[in-house]
T-cell receptor, first 115, second 112 residues
């Protein structure tokens, strides 16, 4: 069965520091991978996605992620964190075939940013 | 353009009552999804609709939950005989392309 693991429940970084959020997936075929961000009281906003091709994908707000098939990972990175990046981050894999199917989410990583 | 909208934003109901939650997808999006977000279970898929195909109901937790999508647009999620464990944020998403889902702000349901 498909699954997504985000090993870090909570991470705290200083403003201006670099960030890496870990995500590991379990999926039998080529995965469709996503990172979403959720600010308090808000819905989910898509940060970036990987379908195929270049394994380093760029997203909004200065985020990037790298797909590593050998490690079944899709880690999210940002070189310099801003206070406004404090939020909860969810990694997800698209499950099933046919193009339109459910997302399987990880448990999320809550990011706190110290000034 | 307008995003996915959901109503109401908050709903408080008594245990045993029925509730209806509404979702208006992004215009032109053919696929519509419902998810539930709760402290204990995280983000869970409930159901999705794609065009005229039969909906995938595999995530509905019990037969008290049902959903319909009228005219290929607006969707209503109905929970009958609500229980306290139904308290959660119900999120709707829509999609026009492979897996790229756009989410609404959610409906926070509290069952007292």
């Amino acid at each position: 069965a498909q699954s997504v693991t985000q090993p870090d429940i909570h991470i705290t970084v200083s403003e201006g520091a670099s960030l890496e959020l870990r995500c590991n997936y379990s999926y039998g075929a080529t995965p469709y991978l996503f990172w979403y961000v959720q600010s308090p009281g808000q819905g989910l906003q898509l940060l970036l996605k990987y379908f195929s091709g270049d394994t380093l994908v760029q997203g909004i707000k200065g985020f990037e992620a790298e797909f590593k098939r050998s490690q079944s990972s899709f880690n999210l990175r940002k070189p310099s964190v801003h206070w406004s990046d404090a939020a909860e981050y969810f990694c997800a894999v698209g499950a099933g075939s046919g193009g339109y199917n459910k997302l399987i989410f990880g448990a999320g990583t809550r990011l706190a940013v110290h000034p | 353009g307008a995003g996915v909208s959901q109503s109401p934003s908050n709903k408080v109901t008594e245990k045993g009552k029925d509730v209806e939650l509404r979702c208006d997808p992004i215009s032109g999006h053919t696929a519509l999804y419902w998810y539930r977000q709760s402290l204990g279970q995280g983000l869970e898929f409930l159901i999705y609709f794609q065009g005229n195909s039969a909906p995938d109901k595999s995530g509905l937790p019990s037969d008290r939950f049902s959903a319909e999508r009228t005219g290929g647009s607006v969707s209503t999620l109905t929970i009958q005989r609500t229980q306290q464990e139904d308290s959660a944020v119900y999120l709707c998403a829509s999609s026009a392309r492979h897996y790229e889902q756009y989410f609404g702000p959610g409906t926070r349901l509290t069952v007292t």
